[in-house]
């Protein structure tokens, strides 16, 4: 951390910097750095093997993708994204603003609580919605994000591939997904938007950790947070209306901002997306930590399994069948 520090000009030769380190990420250490003048940073470095159970490997060079992610984001839609203050390739570390607990708690942790808020949760899609676009209108940025092979190494082989190999039955499906993702290139993806990775900031939503940084198909970015508004339902039962409230919500205003295709091919893609994904984070590589209980894992399993052997087109009819599911 010390070396990159001083690599990206944030510490002197001589100086020493202290440094607490944050719990939360799977993928990089993070650290809250306090430099010798005074300023607060956060450090991020990158791990070549993630800290989950399964052998889970994916080059360290996704850093410099993530900084790239963070100066695109910042130019589409001001304040969505912490300042990028630095990036050194060597060490494998990024520096960027560093923003309080206090005063920008992370979405994850007011889910969990059961504040579900659906006007926070329009705004997350509108954001979304707004980088999208503005990537989408500068196609010469494909250049900056030659990352197929690391979007492939850490979301669709660990999320549907690798769920595949659980249920054989559905692995070419899951494959056809797979690869249909792979092939659809139109935008700026972050690769991650998940609640753990966006803060509710004073001035709306601010999304973090852009590891999987991809010029692609922004269909997954809507999917992979709506998929987590459905997981949460188990989380927090009492919640499970409001929260498929905001996904209907949050669904609404993404698809109200798409100019770049039709909304209604997009939303396709979605729909027809999440059900791979929501199995995946029970029986691929990444499971959320939270559902710990068979039939919960069950309710998931059975939902999603009918939804890959006849792919929905609309991601109202998702919401409506979970919600059927849990009695909500």
Known sequence: MTAGLRAMGLLG????????????????DIWHVLLPDGREVC????????????????????NRYEARWLA????????????????????????????????HPVWKAQLRDGDADPAFAGEVGRRIARIHAAAAARPELASDFPTDSLFHAIRLEPYLLATGN??????????????????TKLTLVHGDVSPK??????????????????WGDPAFDLAFCLNHLLLKCLWVPAAAPRLLHCFEVL???YLAGVAWEAPATLESRAASLLPGLFLARVDGKSP??????????????????????CPPDRLRTIGLAWGEEIGA
């Not at 910042?74 to 607990?101: F, H, I, K, R, V």
């Not at 990775?197 to 991809?214: K, Q, R, S, T, Y």
Request: include cysteine; glycine fraction near 6%.
């Open 13 to 28: 030769r001589d100086a020493q910097a202290s440094g607490t380190p944050l719990a939360g990420g799977v993928s990089s």
């Open 43 to 62: 450090v991020k470095r990158a791990l070549p093997k993630l800290k989950v159970a399964a052998d889970w490997r994916a080059p360290v060079i996704r």
């Open 72 to 103: 695109r984001a910042a130019e589409a839609a001001p304040g969505s994204a912490p300042a990028l203050l630095g990036q050194d390739e060597a060490t494998g570390t990024l520096a960027m603003q560093w923003l309080s607990p206090e005063g």
């Open 166 to 183: 659980i249920h054989k039955d559905l692995a070419p499906a899951l494959a056809a997904l797979a690869t249909r993702t792979a092939a």
């Open 197 to 214: 990775n966006i803060l509710v900031g004073p001035n709306g939503p601010i999304f973090l950790d852009a590891e999987c940084a991809w």
């Open 251 to 253: 669904a609404t205003a």
């Open 288 to 309: 959320v930590e939270y559902l710990t209980d068979d039939n919960d894992k069950n309710r998931v399993r059975r939902v999603a399994r009918a939804m890959l052997t």
